[in-house]
């Protein structure tokens, strides 16, 4: 059994590990001890949850709340964690922590899992990983619990703050507060900034992390000037490129829905200035990865769902817990446009000019992604032709970039139309990777072979 597994393909032991933890989590979904009290979750359902877990979409049938037990919940936060983290991190994180070695076929495995360019130093690699998500979750279970805990009481309160702060940090968008989701914390300063916190920083990817740490513990030792741009210039390209992005597609999302929605009564137009922009920068934040929210999506304007189905396709960074084509990519392709709009040949940066093959794969991930998102939101509108067509891809979009947020629409669909979602959201959970490392396999394995020039009149 095992060598028949080592000789599968990276990319099928990837997709062949989420697999198996959703079987697993749907076993133990629906037994008994995990349902809750008047639950009406069929088999189906359950998993149908399974999958939105695993994914870490948030997309529900039925609120977690409702449907699951404590047992129930403890299970769904366990899924929810690994499948943000992936199961092959988590298995070399424990496996690095015992002291014990890993074979050169499963480092190379993981290391795909992970997008990461080599497997030097990999146990401290791992180590670090695991501990920076321990200190992210840690910081702000230990916050919200100041919220939850005088609200609920010691056990409910904690482990609330608890399940938030995974949710939070996976780019999950799962709670345990209801049907209402965090509408209840609108005005919460505090839920609202902890979570929009977990949310950056799990969707902003490891990459970013060490860079960032790594300058910051050299940062008081530097003799050359210290302003803020320069810091930002000292970080890898990587970093700046995916923080410049993030952070411009928060700020212009929060002013975009800060000016469409100000006056609309049934989201933020009776909230005062301060509570509108904070209502408007969390739901930028939690819509691009997450999928939670504190208002009713179903009374926004449909720019508004348009802006958002935009930022959702660009989605988190590499190596994050976050789907989408990743903020890196989007900004190959951006910057792929101006260079050649300005008759540029090559693809330059900041003094920086980006390889072809790695502009190339860019493309080839934003068609692919763009292909499939067509491709779902097609078959929901043949099988929903009732449904608003934007409402359609806002929840086709949400799923193939395992964002998770619904405009109440997964609750009223078919059982064929809930498939298509399943299919989006495990496509849009591995496709990154298994479609990363298929374009580096097929680089290195793959004869160049050149014919005759060819000519194509381009309109």
């Known amino acids: ?56 979409t948030g997309l529900v049938i039925h609120p977690v709340a409702q449907t ?3 047992f129930g919940q403890i299970v769904s936060l366990i899924l929810m964690q690994v499948g943000g983290l992936g199961i092959m991190t988590i298995v070399a994180s424990a496996v690095s922590f015992m002291g014990k070695k890993m074979s ?9 899992s992970i997008n990461r360019e080599d497997a030097t130093d990999f146990r401290s690699f791992m180590r670090l990983i695991l501990r920076y998500v321990i200190i992210f979750e840690g910081l702000g279970f230990i916050l919200l619990a100041f919220r939850f805990v005088p609200e609920f009481g010691w056990g409910k309160g904690l482990f609330t703050a608890l399940y938030l702060a995974v949710s939070g940090f996976t780019n999950g968008g799962f709670d345990t ?95 005062t200035f301060g509570q509108k922009f904070l209502a408007s920068s969390f739901q930028t934040v939690t819509m691009r990865t997450a ?23 660009v989605g988190g960074s590499l190596g994050s817990t976050a789907g989408g084509i990743k903020t890196t990519t989007f900004a190959m392709v951006v910057l792929l446009i101006i260079n050649e709009s300005k008759g540029q040949k090559n693809v330059n940066i900041w003094n920086y000019t980006l390889p072809v093959s790695l502009v190339r794969s860019a493309v080839v991930i934003f068609l692919i992604f763009l292909a499939t998102f067509i491709g779902g939101t097609g078959l929901l509108s043949l099988l929903n032709p009732e ?32 498939i298509i979602l399943m299919v989006m959201m495990f496509v849009g959970r591995i496709g990154p990777i298994t479609m990363a490392e298929t374009l580096v396999r097929k680089d290195k394995e793959t004869m160049n072979i050149q014919f005759a020039d060819g000519k194509v009149i381009l309109g």
């Open 1 to 56: 059994m095992r060598k028949w597994i080592d000789g599968w393909h990276t990319s099928l032991k990837i997709s062949a590990s989420f697999l198996a933890m959703i079987l697993i989590g749907f076993i133990f979904l629906i037994l008994p001890i995990s349902q809750a009290p008047g639950s009406e979750a069929t088999l189906f359902d359950h998993f149908f949850h399974t999958v939105s877990l695993v994914t870490v």
């Open 387 to 418: 449904v608003d067509f934007i409402l359609l891809m806002f929840e086709s979009v949400s799923a193939i970039t395992t964002v998770g947020m619904s405009a109440r629409l997964t609750p009223t669909l078919g059982v064929l139309s809930r």
């Open 291 to 313: 999928g939670m929210t504190t208002i009713d999506f179903t009374e926004v304007h449909s720019f508004t769902l348009f802006s958002f189905i935009l930022s959702m396709f």
């Open 68 to 70: 699951y037990s404590l």
């Open 177 to 271: 507060l209801g049907a209402v989701s965090l509408a209840a914390y609108v005005h919460d300063p505090l839920v609202n900034i902890v979570i929009s916190v977990l949310i950056f920083l799990g969707g902003i990817g490891f990459h970013v992390w060490f860079d960032v740490a790594q300058l910051l513990r050299s940062w008081p030792q530097r003799t050359r000037k210290k302003h803020i741009r320069f810091f930002f210039r000292e970080l890898s390209l990587h970093s700046r490129l995916a923080l410049f992005v993030s952070l411009f597609l928060i700020v212009s999302g929060t002013l975009t829905f800060l000016l469409v929605e100000y006056s609309n009564p049934d989201t933020i137009g009776n909230f």
């Open 104 to 112: 050169l076929r499963d480092k190379l495995v993981v290391q795909a």
